[in-house]
């Protein structure tokens, strides 16, 4: 643990592969994380634009067909009609095996909703996690830079997963966001994968203290209201090396603007 003045967060490696931090409250969660980010933020490889264009251009033909799914997005493995109210994969929340396994925890959960076994130490392995946590990306993974979404393709072929990046809670990333969320639970049966910026008296995760700076991946297995709530579980539940994990549920619904605002300043993988 390092101390520094009230002006500087105070860091601990702690907690679900990230850094948990006591700091003084920050109005204005967006510039506050933009000044502070350390994130590579790697551009995006030519597939993972090309993919990433692949799968908006599927949500549109969704739309206008009135729910024929393209084979370019999920091939066979898809359903039909248009995206219902509500939607949800199965609920499989697993706690994480140390303090820094959120990452490894969430791709075995993510990985086990579309019939894939690998463990979490496995992924560890595949992830590069450190004892600071997995990475969004950098951390000399390969192919592409943005470790969760290479493994997660890795390991399965349901559905070509891509990072989203988030920079802010806008109007048009909460869209975009829970557009992606129907186009993955219902279309291609496959769930999202969140990685949370928590910042002091900002919004939180259910059960994650409010005054802390966290960081932690999760993995999202459904909607509500056509999007416009997150069904999710959280690997902190039951994780014994987490001194607050009790007061987490594993498994939380929660308003997907809040959700956006959580995953700004890194995003998520679809």
């Keep these: 643990m390092r101390i520094a003045s009230r002006s500087v967060i105070v860091t601990i490696a702690l907690a679900m592969g990230v850094f948990l931090s006591a700091a003084a409250a920050q109005a204005d969660g967006t510039a506050w994380k933009a000044a502070h980010d350390t994130d590579p933020h790697l551009p995006l490889t030519a597939e993972q634009l090309r993919m990433t264009a692949q799968k908006r251009q599927a949500e549109s033909i969704f ?12 091939g066979a ?6 995206y219902p109210g509500s939607a949800s994969l199965v609920a499989n929340q697993t706690p994480q095996i140390t303090s820094y396994y959120c990452g490894p925890a969430t ?20 992830l590069h996690t450190t004892s600071g946590g997995t990475a969004w990306s950098g951390g000399g993974t390969s192919p592409s830079g943005y470790p969760v979404p290479d493994v997660l393709n ?27 969320l129907e186009s993955d639970i219902y279309a291609v049966r496959a769930p999202v994968v969140g990685n949370a910026w928590e910042v002091p008296n900002g919004y939180h995760l259910t059960g994650h203290p409010s005054n802390s700076q966290i960081f932690h991946w999760f993995e999202i297995r459904g909607y509500q209201s056509s999007g416009a709530s997150t069904m999710y579980e959280d690997s902190v539940h039951g994780a ?30 679809w």
């Design 63 to 74: 739309s206008a067909n009135g729910g024929v799914i393209p084979s370019l997005q999920c």
């Design 240 to 269: 014994t090396s987490i001194g607050w994990s009790g007061n987490v549920p594993a498994y939380s619904t929660q308003p997907s603007n809040q959700i956006v605002s959580i995953i700004s300043g890194r995003g998520y993988v």
């Design 154 to 180: 890795r390991y399965q072929s349901r559905n070509y997963y891509v990072p989203q990046a988030v920079s802010s809670a806008s109007p048009s990333a909460i869209d975009t966001y829970e557009n992606d």
């Design 107 to 126: 791709v075995h959960e993510a990985l086990g909703a579309v019939g894939v076994s690998l463990s979490q130490s496995a992924a560890a392995t595949a």
């Design 77 to 82: 493995s898809c359903g039909g009609g248009g």
